[in-house]
């Protein structure tokens, strides 16, 4: 297979760049973001002439609602082209498990998300993977990073905790599961009471009353969600709205999607979430501020993560072709884009060569605390990157 597809990308002048993507299912609205950001890159990069004398054609793989059967229908589909030089994805599986495919076929493969999956996968011997890339640093800012900024916010008298008890629930997945179960551990070892852990099935919710009427009785000061679909977390949000408690809301995820402020409007202003990898619009980071503009003119609206990230990647694996000249040369590309250092819409993107993901630090990938005030994102955390003060929730008392 590597020799049929170098051959073909030889004879070439374009080349193939393949989109992981869930373009239709419950997280459409991401797929269709991912879709969106890689195609200005491309359209970018053929309007300028393209690089190393060859142009790009974006090719979707629709990989519906990331089941393993789909996502490796559509993976097999663009492996399978002999023209395609490199594969990108927001996210494709749960599991990242498609990275073993990746390596076997020697392909390109860019992923912005599960990167504790992807260091599981990589890590035992980076060597074999010198193709595949995070442009998400270690998860583990997810797990331990709430607990300290919550209890900053009350030190600076920002936000009154009327105890320390936390409810979560997650959606059984390993990303948002995974993350639930570091932040159980980070809030126990800090000495908070967590009052429930509940899981609820992947895929669309339909009721989290159940979930909520325990809140209710438990009063806690800190409600955490961890699935990541924007519809859901959308439900989520009325149905706590419905009969608020006294407590803080943070959502993993979801509100970063514009859809979640369209489908929420008002409601949602107080919601606080995270992101590692998300777009560091601020003063100190011009490259946001240019791709957001590119992002609106082509599209009509801002882009969430995943519009910013693949537009990105497509950037960085055009560099790295640049340097290495023939797309056919993808383990050489791959190691390129490992020994690359990039300012982005991110922040700055290298990799650490251990477990192939982004380094995280203020001065790479920052994780970064946002709180949704009046429709927009106010970004109150790290200090050094702060453009809004955090507002304690109209329904805290």
Do not use: C
Not at 47 to 62: I, K, Q, R, S
Not at 141 to 155: F, Q
Not at 197 to 214: M, Q
């Amino acid at each position: 297979m590597g020799l049929l597809a170098s051959a073909g990308l030889a004879a070439a002048d374009v080349v193939k760049i393949g989109v992981l993507a869930p373009v239709s299912g419950p997280q459409a609205a991401d797929g269709q973001e991912m879709v969106n950001g890689a195609q200005l890159a491309v359209d970018e990069l053929n309007a300028a002439g393209g690089v190393a004398g060859h142009t790009f054609e974006l090719v979707v793989g629709d990989v519906v609602d990331g089941a393993a059967d789909k996502v490796t229908t559509a993976a097999e589909r663009l492996l399978g082209d002999r023209d395609m030089g490199a594969i990108m994805t927001g996210y494709a599986s749960g599991s990242n498990f498609e990275i073993e495919l990746m390596a076997e076929m020697e392909m390109v493969y860019i992923v912005s998300a599960n990167s504790g999956q992807t260091e599981d996968i990589i890590s035992p011997d980076p060597a074999a993977f010198p193709t595949v890339w995070s442009m998400t640093p270690s998860y583990s800012g997810y797990n331990t990073g709430i607990v300290p900024v919550i209890e900053g916010l009350a030190d600076e008298g920002s936000l009154r905790l009327p105890n320390r008890k936390v409810a979560l629930i997650a959606s059984d997945n390993p990303y948002s599961k995974g993350i639930a179960d570091g932040m159980v551990e980070a809030f126990e070892s800090a000495g908070w009471e967590v009052v429930t852990n509940d899981l609820v099935p992947f895929g669309e919710i339909n009721d989290w009353r159940g979930f909520l009427g325990t809140v209710r009785d438990a009063e806690p000061a800190v409600i955490i969600n961890t699935d990541y679909v924007s519809s859901n977390a959308a439900l989520f949000v009325s149905q706590f709205n419905e009969n608020p408690t006294n407590s803080l809301v943070f959502i993993q995820y979801a509100p970063s999607v514009p859809e979640f402020i369209e489908l929420t409007k008002e409601q949602s202003s107080g919601i606080v979430y995270n992101l590692l990898g998300g777009i560091l619009n601020t003063p100190t980071n011009p490259r946001a501020a240019e791709v957001i503009a590119k992002y609106r003119d082509a599209y009509g609206g801002e882009p969430g993560t995943y519009g910013a990230a693949l537009y990105e990647q497509v950037h960085i694996y055009a560099t790295a072709l640049g340097k290495v000249g023939d797309p056919a040369e993808r383990i050489a590309i791959g190691e390129a884009i490992g020994a690359s250092s990039t300012q982005t819409a991110m922040g700055m993107v290298s990799f650490d060569p251990e477990t192939h993901l982004a380094v995280q630090s203020n001065e790479g990938i920052p994780l970064q605390f946002y709180q949704i005030q009046d429709g927009e994102h106010a970004l109150f955390y790290p200090p050094v990157y702060a453009t809004d003060a955090f507002v304690e929730p109209r329904w805290m008392k």
